[in-house]
């Protein structure tokens, strides 16, 4: 059986790569975020999703703050070796930094309006009060 090389991984030209975190009893996608090989190896080590913030530039755990981790139950890399898929265990509810389960919480209408479906779980601004 082959084994997984971090090596093949292709990460774009600031070393990223694409992760997607779905629910792993339900099938809900809660959302995309990226990893860098750092995020990916502690990922993969510890079981519990981190990522690379692009607007903080830094290495991030996932509930860090709110609490609200993803244990890893599968991952996957796809045929191009650019993105990660992970099956997870979404801890404390809400995968969204907004407070909603999911990041796609916002549907586009065929008439182009928005509507706003699930509910929110968490205050943002009281999880994420500044330090």
């Known amino acids: ?56 530039q830094k ?11 993803q244990e890893l139950k599968n991952i996957y890399i796809d045929c191009d070796n650019d993105a990660i898929l992970m099956k997870v265990d979404q801890i404390g509810g809400a995968a969204c930094h907004t407070g909603y389960k999911s990041c796609f919480y916002t549907e586009i209408l065929n008439d182009g309006s928005l509507e706003v479906k699930g509910e929110r779980l968490f205050d943002p601004k009281e999880v994420y009060k500044k330090k």
Request: net charge positive; with cysteine.
């Open 1 to 56: 059986m082959e084994k997984f090389d971090i090596e093949k991984v292709k990460f774009d030209e600031k070393g990223l790569c694409a992760a997607i975190a779905q629910d792993y009893k339900t099938g809900e996608i809660l959302m995309i975020a990226w990893m860098n090989r750092e995020s990916l190896k502690l990922t993969l080590e510890k079981r519990k999703a981190h990522y690379w913030s692009r607007s903080r």
């Open 59 to 69: 290495l991030w755990f996932k509930g860090e703050e709110s609490g609200n981790t």
